[in-house]
């Protein structure tokens, strides 16, 4: 079965500060896509970025980066430098190949104080 | 180019009417999903619509139910409704019946109230 875990239901930090969300899945399927979502106060879910299973490159883009690792079953997204416009519900995804539904977390809520 | 698209905005009912969420697919896009999100949860998944058909149905009873027209446009209906089904109704289309479900875009949502 798959599932996602977002152990953090809450996170504060000082504006600058890094920030790491961290997330876990599991999955029997050797091919799958994990993604991140931001959901700010408006509700609509902003995609922030698509991994497939087969690659494990870690990514940057700007003040965000992410780290897959297949052997903890971790795909973990760190903030660097965070700013108050960062505050906003993180959610983790996981969607099998071929599959037609995606899993999410719970979700970590940001806060980001100035 | 659109994107995905839902109406109405917002929408408060009271326990046992009935209702019909609207969805709009990304141009290009064949293949819509609904998502229930309550209120401090992740979105759950509740159905999804290829070819004017329910493809698969996540773990939610028979009120719920839905519709996918020829134009690839959606309804969600929930019959019967109770409190606990205040929530954000997220759509989400994705293109080539769902084969890249990876490429899934969400709409803005339609958040729904029951008193």
């Known amino acids: 079965a798959q599932k996602v875990t977002q152990a953090q239901t809450e996170i504060s930090v000082v504006e600058k500060e890094d920030v790491t969300l961290d997330c876990v899945y599991e999955?029997?399927?050797?091919?799958?896509?994990l993604f991140w979502y931001k959901q700010p106060p408006s509700g609509e879910l902003v995609f922030l970025i698509r991994?497939?299973?087969?690659?494990?490159q870690n990514e940057i883009s700007g003040r965000y980066s992410w780290n897959f690792q297949k052997s903890t079953s971790s795909f973990n997204f760190t903030i660097t430098a965070s700013q108050v416009v960062d505050s906003a519900v993180y959610f983790c995804?996981?969607?099998?190949?071929?599959?037609?539904?995606?899993?999410f977390g719970a979700g970590t809520r940001l806060f980001v104080k100035a | 180019d659109a994107g995905v698209t839902q109406s109405p905005t917002h929408l408060i009912k009271t326990r046992g009417q009935q209702v019909t969420l609207r969805c709009s697919p990304k141009?290009?896009?064949?293949?819509v999903s609904w998502y229930q999100q309550a209120l401090g949860q992740g979105p759950q998944f509740i159905f999804q619509?290829?070819?004017?058909?329910?493809?698969q149905r996540g773990n939610f009873p028979d009120r719920f139910s839905g519709h996918q027209f020829p134009n690839y446009s959606s309804e969600l209906n929930v019959n019967a409704l109770l409190l606990g089904d205040s929530a954000l109704y997220l759509c989400?289309?994705?293109?080539?019946?769902?084969?890249?479900?990876?490429?899934?875009?969400f709409g803005p949502g339609t958040r729904l109230t029951v008193t």
């Open positions: 989400a289309s994705s293109p080539i019946g769902g084969s890249k479900n990876y490429e899934q875009y």
């Open positions: 991994r497939n299973s087969f690659d494990e």
């Open positions: 141009s290009g896009h064949d293949t």
């Open positions: 619509y290829y070819e004017e058909e329910e493809r």
């Open positions: 995804a996981l969607s099998e190949a071929g599959g037609f539904k995606t899993i």
């Open positions: 999955t029997r399927d050797t091919t799958y896509y």
